[in-house]
T-cell receptor, first 115, second 116 residues
């Protein structure tokens, strides 16, 4: 059974800092890994998608890496801003066995960027 | 495309009543997922469909929950009878699968259900 873990559960940083959010998964048979952002009381917004054959993806100040063999991904946020404050979730799309096609989420990292 | 559309956005109902949540996936997507989110348990996958066929419903908490996808453009999640512990935000998501992977999963805005 695929399990996704995110560390840390919460993170508070001053504006301008570079930061790293971590995601690990137990089954490396995945199609892709996706990072989402969720603002309080809102839905999930997709930030980055990394296919299993890729090592990283970049969008603006965000960079996500994937090491499928070790079951790890990181989301790097450069020059953080108060507007980055949200919950960040990672999810893997399973490729193996009875979990084929299933999107499994971590518990999320609550990020607060203070001015 | 307008994205994944869920209705209603908010639902308040009395315990014991039937509740039906609706979802319209993005046109052309062949995977549809129903999730439930609470503070205590985070995002839980309830059920997902591929080409309108339920693939895994092991996350459906009880027989009171049922989901259908009669066609590629519509799905429902029904709770009958509803209980206060069913109060949560229910999300629908869709994606496009394929041999070499899948596209991003796109989420609807969710339905906030309150059972009193």
């Amino acid at each position: 059974k695929q399990e996704v873990t995110q560390i840390p559960a919460a993170l508070s940083v001053p504006e301008g800092e570079n930061l790293v959010l971590n995601c690990s998964f137990t089954d490396s048979a995945i199609y892709n890994l996706q990072w989402f952002r969720q603002d309080p009381g809102k839905g999930l917004t997709s930030l980055l998608l990394i296919q299993s054959s890729q090592r990283e993806q970049t969008s603006g100040r965000l960079n996500a890496s994937l090491d499928k063999s070790s079951g790890r991904s990181t989301l790097y946020i450069a020059a953080s801003q108060p507007g980055d404050s949200a919950t960040y979730l990672c999810a893997v799309l399973n490729a193996g066995g009875t979990s084929y096609g299933k999107l499994t989420f971590g518990q999320g990292t609550i990020l607060t960027v203070h001015p | 495309d307008a994205g994944v559309i869920q209705s209603p956005r908010h639902e308040v109902t009395e315990m014991g009543q039937e509740v039906t949540l609706r979802c319209k996936p993005i046109s052309g997507h062949d995977y549809l997922f129903w999730y439930r989110q609470t503070m205590m348990r985070g995002l839980e996958l309830l059920i997902y469909f591929n080409n309108n066929v339920p693939i895994d419903d092991s996350g459906m908490p009880e027989d009171r929950f049922s989901a259908k996808m009669p066609n590629a453009s519509f799905s429902t999640l029904k709770i009958q009878p509803s209980e206060p512990r069913d109060s949560a935000v229910y999300f629908c998501a869709s994606s496009l699968g394929g041999r070499f992977g899948a596209t991003e999963a796109f989420f609807g805005q969710g339905t906030r259900l309150t059972v009193v």
